[in-house]
């Protein structure tokens, strides 16, 4: 944009500077639409290779172009009142210390807003309720509610691991269409899962877990050491938050082998050999 407008026509009429993003041939169409999809872009060129199939002669006939804009979701909190889909504990619909705290909302209370109980290598498996693309998790620990401490961060949670349904392993209807204890029996085997953050010698009140998951909504956290404190093994946690944007994502993809042939094809024109009949 620092150069001329003369001195930027006479560039961009060689093609080296441009990169093929979509081609017509044999247009009928009063309005023809293209899929620029993954194309991040601000300068765009337009030639009109053809002008029409009257046979008239060449005249250009174009009336507007439009341009649009993806339209980007902002993550949201997709974890809030969560089901339970499986826990190997023992204080499932406790409503003063179960584990459906976790995603209720509410973490400074000491008293009434964690999932509290003792022993180590617990978990609990969550459903999201769909699937979603996941960026990032969130866990509550103790500190939080500012429950005391022999040492800074000592009582927050020191180690767990978070994982998502191995879909591959079973789908989340064959799983769902189970019984509570069979999920439950079914997913203490590591294999129906994907390990996606795992945390140990932790004394941050809250972590986070920056991630990237498409077509993710059932989830696992599994608390391998309580604390630092040394008084023996009882689970504090407050809140899990699962961020991301709702909707599955496609697994399809799109079949570019002609598109790259067309890219490299014109890679090798130069305008200056152009005619009306040659394009």
């Keep these: 944009l620092a150069m001329s407008f003369e001195d930027r026509t006479a560039l961009l009429a060689d093609n080296s500077y441009w990169t093929l993003v979509a081609s017509t041939t044999d247009s009928l169409a009063d309005v023809t639409t293209n899929d620029l999809t993954g194309v991040t872009a601000r300068i765009f060129k337009l030639n009109v290779s053809r002008t029409d199939t009257t046979g008239w002669g060449a005249c250009v006939r174009v009336y507007e172009l439009e341009l649009h804009a993806a339209v980007v979701k902002e993550p949201e909190l997709l974890s809030r009142d969560s089901d339970i889909v499986a826990y190997n504990g023992t204080k499932l619909n406790d409503t003063s210390a179960g584990p459906e705290k976790l995603f209720d909302g509410a973490w400074a209370n000491q008293d009434t807003d964690k999932w509290c109980e003792d022993g180590k290598n617990l978990w609990v498996a969550f459903d999201i309720g769909n699937e979603a693309t996941v960026t990032n998790v969130k ?134 050999d152009y005619t009306p009949n040659s394009w």
């Design 139 to 272: 866990v509550y620990h103790a500190g939080v509610a500012n429950e005391w401490s022999p040492s800074p961060g000592a009582i927050n949670t020191a180690a767990y691991e978070l994982y998502v349904l191995n879909t591959d392993k079973i789908s989340v209807s064959e799983l769902l269409a189970k019984t509570f204890d069979e999920r439950t029996e079914l997913l203490a085997d590591n294999s129906y899962w994907t390990q996606i953050a795992a945390v140990t010698d932790n004394l941050e009140n809250i972590t986070s877990h920056d991630l990237d998951l498409d077509n993710a909504r059932i989830f696992k956290i599994n608390i391998s050491d309580t604390d630092s404190t040394n008084w023996g093994d009882c689970i504090r946690l407050y809140e899990v938050e699962v961020t991301g944007i709702p909707g599955a994502v496609s697994s399809a993809t799109a079949d570019k082998t002609a598109l790259k042939a067309l890219i490299a094809e014109a890679e090798q024109l130069a305008e200056t």
